[in-house]
């Protein structure tokens, strides 16, 4: 099985709006973005870190 994640997009965290969603921005836009892992994620899901999403 082969692994196809789309386009990547580098963002930056602006705060987690519940268990399954982010508010992210990329390149100066706002962008919802789904989170698979619904756990605390302390020290990951932080306001200013950098991630990446598929799209």
Known sequence: MKLNPG???QCRIL???NRF???TEVNGTP???HINN???LTG????G???LFSS
């Open 31 to 33: 962008m919802e973005a």
């Open 44 to 47: 990951v899901l932080e306001p």
């Open 38 to 40: 619904t756990g605390r």
């Open 7 to 9: 386009r990547l997009l």
């Open 15 to 17: 705060t987690r709006v």
């Open 21 to 23: 969603t982010v508010l």
């Open 49 to 51: 870190r950098t991630g």
